[in-house]
């Protein structure tokens, strides 16, 4: 993986608002502020995406979200809830190819942040909802953590 901004905010050679750190991540509030608060929590090892995860390291950094999403919201009395994102691939609007999840707290439906989710369960038939089903079993057979 070459050097991306984070990697040079972990080095400290890049400033940042840094709000946590321990030996496999790093929380900096993020500059676009897309919602006050918006903090990212970023992997010490520089992997592109949660595809280059193993077990060892999804347990490190999950472990770690949970307290900084606990600070995130209890910070400003405001927030009603918080999404956690990660985009992972260009397909997925990741422009940062290393690791890192988004934490957004919101504070109401006109906050500056949404989502769209669409129901297309109408779209598939019974059958091809069994195929997607053992598609994806065999996958998961198919596939080492």
Known sequence: MTDSVFSKIIAGE???RKIFENDHV???????????GHTLVITKKPVRNIFEYDEELAANVFA???RIAKA???HNPDIKGL???MNNEAAASQTVFHSH????PRYGEQDG??????DHSSDYTDEELDQIKA???KALEETNS
């Open 14 to 16: 890049i400033p940042a």
């Open 26 to 36: 790093v929380a900096i509030m993020d500059l676009s502020q897309v919602t006050r």
């Open 135 to 137: 598609d994806l079993i």
């Open 113 to 118: 942040f949404g989502l769209k989710w669409e």
């Open 64 to 66: 770690s979200i949970p």
């Open 101 to 104: 999840f988004h934490l957004l």
């Open 72 to 74: 995130v919201r209890n």
């Open 83 to 85: 999404n956690i994102l």
